[in-house]
C-alpha cells in the first residue's frame, strides 16, 4: 500500500490540492472520503471536479441531504455521494451505486462509505481529512 500525506492550509489550497491528484484518480475508480464534518471532503471535490472540466468549484456542494451530487465532463461523470444519513444495506440498495461503479467513465467519490465495509474492501484510494487548525488539513492519500 502506498500512503502519501498532504498538508493544506486554507481551502484554496485544498481545492487546489483536488487539481493536483486528479491525473491520480482518473475513472474507473471507487475513492472513499474519510473525515469528520466540515474536514474539508466537499471543498477537495471542487479542485478534482473542476480538473476534469465537470464543474466549476461554485457548482460543487455537499450531497448530505441529495446523497448524490453528479457532475458531467466531456469524458468523465463524477459522482459525489455522501452516506452520512444511510444506515442500513437495504437503503444503500436504493441509491444504484453499483450501476455507477459499473461504468468505466465513473469516477465515484464517497463519504463516510467506511459504514460498510463491502466499499472498504472494493476501493481503489482512500483520502483521509484531519483537522490540524482552524484552516489546516492533514490530507493522506492511500491505495
Same mark, same amino acid.
Given at each position: 500500500m502506498? *500512503?502519501?500525506?498532504?498538508?493544506?492550509?486554507s481551502p484554496e489550497e485544498t481545492v487546489d490540492l483536488g487539481r493536483t491528484l486528479a491525473p491520480q484518480l482518473a475513472p474507473p475508480k471507487l475513492i472513499l472520503l474519510r473525515g469528520e464534518l466540515g474536514a474539508g471532503k466537499t471543498t477537495l471535490v471542487k479542485g478534482i471536479a473542476e480538473a476534469f472540466d465537470a464543474a466549476k468549484q461554485e457548482e460543487v456542494t455537499s450531497p448530505t441531504f441529495t446523497l448524490i451530487h453528479e457532475y458531467r465532463g466531456q469524458e468523465i461523470t463524477i459522482y459525489h455521494i455522501d452516506l452520512y444519513r444511510i444506515d442500513t444495506e437495504r437503503e444503500l440498495a436504493t441509491l444504484g451505486i453499483d450501476d455507477l461503479l459499473r461504468d468505466q467513465h465513473n469516477l465515484?467519490?464517497?463519504?463516510?462509505?467506511?459504514? @460498510?465495509?463491502? @466499499?472498504? =474492501?472494493? /476501493?481503489? *484510494?482512500?483520502? =483521509? @481529512?484531519? /483537522?490540524?487548525?482552524d484552516s489546516e488539513r492533514s490530507i493522506t492519500l492511500s491505495r
Open positions: 502506498s *500512503v502519501k500525506r498532504h498538508d493544506t492550509h465515484v467519490l464517497i463519504e463516510w462509505g467506511e459504514k @460498510f465495509p463491502r @466499499f472498504v =474492501a472494493e /476501493r481503489d *484510494v482512500e483520502i =483521509a @481529512f484531519e /483537522r490540524t487548525g
